[in-house]
């Protein structure tokens, strides 16, 4: 039989859940009040300062936001770069994750120095936009994908993953006669499931919200993904001069602020949808890829 908890655990156990009841609640608030003042009206929202229900239901800021046909195009650039460039970092950051996890690998401690080193210095903005053009990737959807293709970050947190797999599943892949290739995809895949997830997600969240790789190397307007499309119409319901085609100039844009929270709206959606496949391994994969250096 479980023992009765204490006087002083079950003030504990209050305290705790209140606490954490009202940080999530600070937390989800503002969302709410994003998505409710996207679907309020102006009148309303001039009003009230925070909006929860809105008492009159309007869609003219979506009805503005898809006003544009260009906005679609601009959906399939972006999901076909996160898509691909999710896939394409997850192939090379596993392979190299894989590889400096092995302890038999000469020169893997110089080869993680440099990675680290990646991540506190960088070679800057100008450097960067060299590199790209010198690749002939301006004004190419891969100069969204390529320079950024393995994160530092990443990589460290699959390959602890890696190191805290058995020993004894490779050597006992290898009396079967599985080489390197297979034991990667045949047995190290499977069971980093977790850890694939996680990563999964912290790579298409990145590609998703692309924006200055976007302006700085993409000068045609037809390539643009969602996120700079979306500024473009956040900056025409300001009032300010902005690139107008694909628009109906017919329509009357909605106040700026009603805009604003469209566009967030618009913007995160995406990734809420796919979170809740991933969350159950979200956790674990973070946790267990993070305890062993």
Same mark, same amino acid.
């Given at each position: ?63 503005? +936001? ?12 972006? +999901? ?214």
């Amino acid at each position: 039989m479980t023992q009765d908890k204490t006087f002083g655990s079950r003030l504990f156990d209050i305290v705790n859940y209140t606490l954490l009841g009202l940080i999530a609640l600070i937390m989800i608030l503002p969302f709410l009040h994003v998505v409710a003042g996207s679907f309020t009206t102006a009148q309303e929202l001039a009003q009230k300062q925070f909006v929860l229900f809105p008492t009159v239901f309007s869609l003219d800021a979506y009805r503005y +936001i898809f006003s544009t046909s260009t906005i679609f195009r601009s959906l399939g650039v972006s +999901i076909g770069v996160t898509l691909f460039g999710t896939l394409l970092s997850l192939f090379l950051t596993a392979l190299m994750a894989y590889g400096l996890s092995r302890r038999d690998l000469d020169g893997r401690r110089v080869i993680m120095f440099l990675v680290v080193f990646t991540m506190l210095f960088q070679g800057g903005l100008i450097p960067t936009f060299i590199v790209v053009k010198s690749m002939g990737l301006i004004d190419s959807l891969l100069a969204l994908i390529i320079p950024s293709a393995i994160s530092a970050f990443n990589l460290i947190i699959m390959r602890n993953f890696f190191m805290n797999l058995p020993d004894g599943l490779e050597e006992s892949a290898k009396i079967d006669g599985a080489g390197d290739w297979g034991i990667l995809f045949r047995i190290v895949i499977p069971l980093s499931m977790p850890v694939i997830a996680t990563i999964s997600l912290f790579y298409a969240v990145t590609y998703w919200n692309t924006y200055l790789p976007a302006i700085l190397y993409l000068n045609d307007n037809a390539k643009w993904p969602i996120q700079i499309l979306l500024r473009q119409i956040v900056v025409l319901a300001s009032g300010l001069s902005a690139d107008t085609s694909g628009f109906d100039e017919s329509f009357v844009a909605p106040p700026e602020q009603t805009i604003k929270m469209a566009v967030i709206v618009v913007a995160t959606i995406p990734v809420l949808l796919v979170y809740p496949f991933l969350q159950k391994h979200f956790a674990k994969g973070a946790l267990l890829g993070s305890i062993k250096g």
